[in-house]
């Protein structure tokens, strides 16, 4: 037997920190698949007699991309010491998740823009990007249901109890 009698639902749960931080980093491999999409097309297609990257509004949606690339990672990267260090990371994790899942479906929809019509169309990749994204929105926990989460800890409404066992130290 896993765990202790009386403990299935809970073990069950925990379950949950694991697969919504496998979320949380492949939205951030998304963000970053978008980045360099849109950053080759931008280099190559010109209207006006100059690339479109040189156009300050297709420059604000490659920093959105940029900014929700770190951030994404710097917070799966924060849920993944945590679990190194066996410590409950059911907080970190949701909010990894969220913000990555979020942040993955904005740059979708930018890069989408980025390649205007060929966005639209399944000549190019990012239409798919678009697609994938947001179904990471919806599992492992909805954006709603993340946002409520979070909300309940920062008010008090939610605390974890710490990990009943402690994980082994990556040294021993
Ligand atoms: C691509 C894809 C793959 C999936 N893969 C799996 C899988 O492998 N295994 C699996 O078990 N499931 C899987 N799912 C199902 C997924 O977990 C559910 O779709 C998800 O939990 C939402 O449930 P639902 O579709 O019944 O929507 P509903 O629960 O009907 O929710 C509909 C909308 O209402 C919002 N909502 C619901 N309740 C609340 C609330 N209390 N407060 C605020 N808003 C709320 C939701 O956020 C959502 O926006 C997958 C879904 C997709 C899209």
Redesign the pocket.
Known sequence: MLGQEGEGFKIAMFALDQGRYTVAAGATGLIRACLDYSVKYANERKTFGEVIGKHQLVKEMITEMVVGYECSRLLWLKAGWCKNKGLRSTRETSLAKMYACDASERAASHAVQIYGAYGYSNEYPVERFYRNA???V????????H??MQADYALGYRVDKPTRCTLPTPEE
Request: hydrophobic letters at 30%; a positive charge.
């Open positions: 947001k179904g990471a919806i599992y492992e926990g909805s954006r709603e249901i946002k409520i």
